[in-house]
């Protein structure tokens, strides 16, 4: 089972909202990541391409 997500580069919209929503201070505006992180980016790009949509009932997105 996944324990992350990805977010797809061509459906978002660059809001910003998603930043705070994340429990783990995981993401970043693509001008902002840091160093350590970049490889993530390429990352979210490869497999956000087959990624199902998270929805409300995604074990991922479940409060623990």
């Given amino acids: ?5 990805v977010i797809d580069p061509d459906e978002c919209i660059d809001c910003g ?6 429990p783990v201070e995981a993401i970043f505006a693509d001008t902002d990541v840091p160093a350590d992180e970049e490889e ?3 990352r979210n790009e ?13 074990p991922i997105l479940a409060d623990d």
């Fill in 46 to 58: 490869t497999e956000s391409v087959d990624a199902p949509l998270a929805e409300g009932d995604s």
């Fill in 17 to 22: 909202a998603c930043i705070p929503e994340c």
């Fill in 40 to 42: 993530w980016t390429e």
């Fill in 1 to 5: 089972m996944a324990t992350y997500l």
